[in-house]
């Protein structure tokens, strides 16, 4: 049951009521009307802005408005007062007869509680780790395939069709490269002394099994072949897919589409949306001006095939051929975008690393010049750098990607539950540091073992209760819980329905985090004022209503932590 949604509701309805009546005009747009929680809590328990967003379009003072609705939200049963605030808020105070009403639905949802249909089944794309597959991936990596992964939950939690999808950059320059460094490594594996890896190779340890597997299968006929290239990369890519994905295994996370930028330029589909584009005027044949303070690897001093993106917002026109006539990385995006609307996608959500920013209007232009604003949402998210501390100090480099302490090394030292935690602990815009030895410490400053925790102490509660053999939920009567922490709890259970709505819109899966780390810190405010008040304990001999009662409240409590962990990808812990 979502308090907030369902009170919404009412406010349209007294809204509805108002124009039958001719008290307020027709037409008025209703979307904008919002229920929350008020941000004093003295004030009620659901705020509500309907008179301050209508009192505009309805030509009235916003107080006006108010004083119209006041009267009909008071008629609803749930509410015990409805109170106008300042220039026209209102405020509505909720019977304690509505509360445990809420409880209930949680407790009969279960495993299920907070989920929606708010998606209505609208497909969504989330493409998000996408790395070139150059090597393992690293730590900055990481942050972005656990934000992407726990996007594609919460979006699934709340009724979306989702894709989860790594776009495999498997053409152009950077593979050409792999390929001549995994060549040297092949020879190094027939006996060689290759000597020093050369400036513009890949000089990681990880190419040596690729090297050893190239010599068991071809033995030394590579060496004497003039076609060896293509060979070589081809099986170099498969081997460094396997090793990414093993490394996202470690994370849990699984996608279900693996697209091949190389498909896309083989069925012709890259040639086919220039033309497309062309036809429309969106690509012409000009000149760019030289770039001004950055690096543009797309800018060539000559007339040259350009999509008009400053037509749809981006800062400049971006270049769709290079000067030996091959396709740019872009024009291979704008194909991908074309083939993301083709299968129906209504939401394109793209996860970057920071050094992509660039990319966000450009992405979001090529959509618009291919379909229009409105036919799909392009989301690009930028997850900023992660730095790695030991007790405050810099972590360095891992001597087996040779460049970068990989997210193999971060997953092996602390698991995956700390690591997908922590890196959702911050809002993907901001950013984060990772220290190994904070985030393993038990204590209140480190939020993932707090929350956890939690968990383990619900848990412990009702193993000790079955034991006892208090199993009956017929006794329940959630009107018991009346101490003022027990309330804030509800208040807080009652709210995970909304913020998991609220970071599914927003695209926002810290939300979830932050959330999680509020009713644990309820929730041990609680179980240490038991420990001062034993009428406030879980379990009370000979008591068994308000004992039955405080275990359902737990299970409910449970519920929260456990399915709000689970968006995250973590794991619940049953004991600690």
Not at 81 to 95: D, E, M, R, W, Y
Not at 248 to 277: P, R
Not at 422 to 445: C, G, H, I
Request: charged letters at 25%; one cysteine or more; glycine letters at 8%.
């Amino acid at each position: 049951m979502n308090l907030f949604a369902h009170f919404q509701g009412v406010v349209a309805a007294a809204v509805e009521t108002l124009v039958r009546e001719g008290k307020l005009p027709a037409g008025l747009d209703l979307s904008k009307l919002t229920t929350e929680p008020p941000r004093d809590a003295t004030h009620g328990d659901v705020a509500v802005n309907a008179a301050m967003v209508l009192a505009k379009p309805a030509g009235m003072n916003p107080r006006a408005v108010a004083d119209l609705l006041v009267p009909l939200l008071a008629t609803d049963p749930d509410t015990a007062a409805v109170t106008v605030a300042g220039p026209g808020f209102i405020n509505i105070k909720l019977k304690d007869t509505f509360w445990p009403r809420v409880l209930q639905a949680a407790l009969d949802k279960g495993d299920q509680f907070g989920s929606s249909h708010i998606g209505a089944n609208e497909k969504v794309n989330v493409e998000y780790v996408s790395v070139n597959p150059t090597g393992p991936l690293h730590v900055g990596h990481c942050r972005g395939a656990v934000f992407g992964d726990a996007l594609a939950s919460l979006l699934r939690f709340t009724g979306f069709d989702v894709t989860k999808e790594y776009y495999m950059n498997d053409a152009g320059g950077q593979v050409n490269v792999l390929a001549e460094s995994a060549y040297l490594r092949y020879r190094e594996a027939l006996g060689e002394d290759i000597g020093e890896i050369p400036a513009g190779l890949y000089p990681g340890d990880y190419l040596k099994p690729v090297g050893v597997a190239l010599a068991k299968e071809f033995g030394k006929s590579l060496l004497g072949r003039n076609d060896w290239l293509p060979v070589v990369r081809d099986k170099s890519i498969a081997m460094m897919m396997d090793m990414i994905r093993d490394d996202l295994i470690t994370l849990d996370i699984k996608h279900e589409v693996f697209f091949s930028e190389k498909s896309l330029q083989v069925d012709g589909s890259v040639a086919a949306t220039i033309a497309k584009l062309r036809a429309s005027g969106d690509v012409y044949e000009g000149r760019l001006p030289p770039p001004k303070g950055e690096v543009n690897e797309d800018w060539e001093d000559r007339e040259q095939t350009l999509f008009r993106s400053t037509a749809y917002g981006d800062d400049v026109d971006r270049a769709l051929l290079k000067s030996d006539g091959s396709f740019t990385y872009f024009a291979s995006d704008v194909a991908y975008s074309q083939n993301k609307i083709e299968r129906g996608f209504k939401q394109l959500i793209y996860v970057l690393g920071a050094d992509h920013g660039g990319y966000v209007k450009r992405l979001q232009a090529a959509a618009a010049a291919l379909v229009g604003w409105d036919a799909v949402q392009v989301d690009p998210k930028l997850c900023q750098l992660v730095k790695l501390f030991r007790n405050g100090e810099p972590v360095r480099m891992s001597k087996r990607a040779g460049e970068f302490v990989t997210l193999r090394d971060v997953v092996d030292e602390v698991g995956p539950d700390v690591v997908r935690f922590m890196m959702l602990y911050r809002k993907n815009e901001a950013p984060l540091d990772f220290d190994f030895a904070k985030v393993t410490e038990q204590s209140k400053d480190n939020p993932v073992f707090y929350v956890q925790y939690a968990h383990a102490r619900i848990c412990s509660v009702l193993r000790n209760a079955e034991a006892a053999g208090l199993k009956s939920d017929a006794k329940i009567n959630f009107i018991l819980l009346t101490d003022e922490a027990e309330k804030a709890l509800i208040l807080r259970i009652a709210a995970f329905p909304r913020v998991i709505e609220a970071a599914a819109l927003a695209h926002e899966p810290h939300r979830i985090s932050f959330y999680l780390y509020d009713l644990a810190s309820d929730f041990h405010s609680l179980w240490n004022k038991g420990k001062e008040l034993p009428q406030l304990r879980f379990i009370l001999r000979d008591q068994d209503n308000i004992s039955l009662t405080r275990l359902a409240f737990l299970r409910v409590i449970r519920y929260c932590l456990a399915n709000g962990l689970g968006l995250l990808g973590v794991k619940p812990a049953s004991e600690m």
